[in-house]
């Protein structure tokens, strides 16, 4: 049986980490790579890097930032925000990254997903989903959940991997920020209807919410931000309460 991953995500806006770090023993909170050099040494499994800059620099810095993360750490990592053409990826794998996340670019020209499998493979292109539950139908949204779409989760979702993506990010916007726990329900119709591996996020506020998303939830991954960077979750403590509950991770 494969392991479950946990997954710190870090939020980067100017090639900062943004959205408050409470480690005792940062230098500098705010920078991703001395973070993630953290997060490798205790027991992330992997990084998600998501650029929320809006700013023309941002393939630079980003290109910048991951090589210098590449350097440091010897997990894999993902990156995303704004990535919308083969040159973009191109860049940041060939500076080191793993997988490269896209979103909003998927939907505006899901082609693209194509594309990018043809020329970098399956194994490194991650489609970001963000949904929003409204009147019972799960709906995706674009901008951090500020843009409706007529799209509709589950179809978007199989339409995902019918055009050769490796994994699915699938963030709640109903539950992202509560720390109320993940949304199970879906995840679970995610990962019956799919075979690609499904990533939860949104909703990480305690132990106990992991178990739930790996049991109810079905899901692959659980990735998290506050919970770990305010060390409210020691990932060490979480994987062993998850393999005490019978959930395969990397100890």
């Known amino acids: 049986m494969l392991t479950k991953r946990i997954i710190p995500c870090l939020d980067i806006k100017n090639g900062r980490t943004v959205k408050g770090i409470n480690f005792v023993d940062l230098r500098d909170a705010g920078d991703p790579v001395e973070l993630a050099e953290i997060y490798a040494r205790t027991g992330a499994d992997e990084l998600v890097f998501l650029d929320i800059s809006a700013t023309e620099e941002r393939r630079r810095t980003l290109a910048d930032l991951v090589l210098r993360v590449a350097e440091k750490v010897n997990i894999p990592f993902t990156v995303g925000g704004g990535i919308s053409s083969i040159e973009d990826v191109d860049i940041l794998l060939h500076n080191g990254a793993d997988k490269v996340s896209i979103n909003s670019s998927a939907v505006k020209n899901p082609g693209l997903i194509n594309e990018l499998v043809a020329k970098f493979g399956s194994q490194c292109i991650v489609v970001a989903i963000d949904a929003k539950e409204i009147d019972g139908e799960w709906i995706v949204h674009l901008v951090g959940g500020k843009v409706p779409t007529t799209l509709n989760l589950f179809e978007w979702a199989k339409e995902v991997e019918q ?56 899901a692959d991954a659980a990735l998290a931000a506050s919970v770990f960077h305010f060390k409210e979750i020691e990932i060490k403590n979480l994987k062993e309460e998850l393999r005490k509950n019978n959930i395969p991770v990397r100890l």
């Open 163 to 218: 055009r050769g993506a490796g994994e699915i990010l699938f963030t709640s916007m109903n539950h992202d920020g509560t720390k109320n726990g993940f949304a199970n329900q879906a995840l679970a119709k995610l990962s019956t209807e799919l075979n690609i591996p499904i990533i939860a996020s949104g909703g990480a506020g305690n132990i106990q919410h992991f178990t739930d998303t790996f049991i109810e939830g079905k």
